[in-house]
């Protein structure tokens, strides 16, 4: 069975969905603290529960996340939401 693994870039297309600007190319660490900051700064309608949201979804989805993906979403995403 092959399974795909949400990867960096994974991650970086699913935060670019919820409209955060985020570089091409941008690590999973810069991604989520880039969503973390544009979350918590910018106040706008609907942004921090499209995070919420997707943390939740993600969350369900640990076993195919890589651990670069894990660690920043725990590490900035999750605190967010909780």
Do not use: N, Q, Y
């Amino acid at each position: 069975m092959i399974v795909e693994l949400i990867d960096g870039d994974d991650f970086r297309e699913r935060l670019v969905a919820l409209g955060i600007r985020i570089p091409e190319g941008a690590c999973p660490e810069s991604s989520a603290r880039l969503a973390r900051r544009c979350a918590l700064e910018r106040g706008v309608p609907g942004l921090a529960e499209s995070v919420a949201e997707l943390v939740g979804e993600l969350e369900g989805k640990r076993e195919i996340l890589l651990p670069s993906v894990r660690r920043a979403l725990e590490t900035h995403l999750l605190p967010l939401v909780r």
